[in-house]
């Protein structure tokens, strides 16, 4: 039961996170719909992400594929522990 509602804390924590910043840099998430939204909920913009894929060739050189631009935006505004995961 512990571990379950720390995982619904840190969900609540990072969409939390992700709404303020898209308000206060007046951007937008597109939304099931493909709506721009500044509300988006944490399960879509996790589910939004399912395509990306991280490549590594011969352990030397790190491609990220199907990087959409919405999701660099995102991650742009989440801030740099984050664009290092997607770089």
Same mark, same amino acid.
């Given at each position: @039961?512990?571990? @379950? *509602?720390?995982? =619904?804390? $840190? &969900?609540?924590? =990072?969409?939390? #996170?992700? #709404?303020? !910043? =898209?308000?206060?840099? !007046?951007? *937008? ?7 721009? *939204?500044? #509300? %988006? @909920?944490? #399960?879509?913009?996790? &589910? +939004?992400?399912?395509?990306?894929? $991280?490549? +590594?060739?011969?352990?030397? !050189?790190?491609?990220?594929?199907n990087?959409? %631009?919405?999701? +660099?935006?995102?991650?742009? =505004?989440?801030?740099p %522990?984050y664009?290092?995961? &997607? +770089?």
């Amino acid at each position: @039961m512990m571990i @379950m *509602t720390l995982c =619904l804390l $840190v &969900y609540a924590a =990072l969409e939390n #996170r992700i #709404r303020k !910043q =898209l308000e206060h840099h !007046q951007e *937008t998430f597109p939304d099931q719909k493909n709506k721009p *939204t500044q #509300r %988006p @909920m944490a #399960r879509w913009v996790f &589910y +939004s992400f399912k395509g990306a894929h $991280v490549l +590594s060739i011969n352990t030397k !050189q790190t491609l990220i594929l199907n990087l959409k %631009p919405h999701h +660099s935006a995102l991650l742009k =505004l989440l801030g740099p %522990p984050y664009q290092k995961l &997607y +770089s």
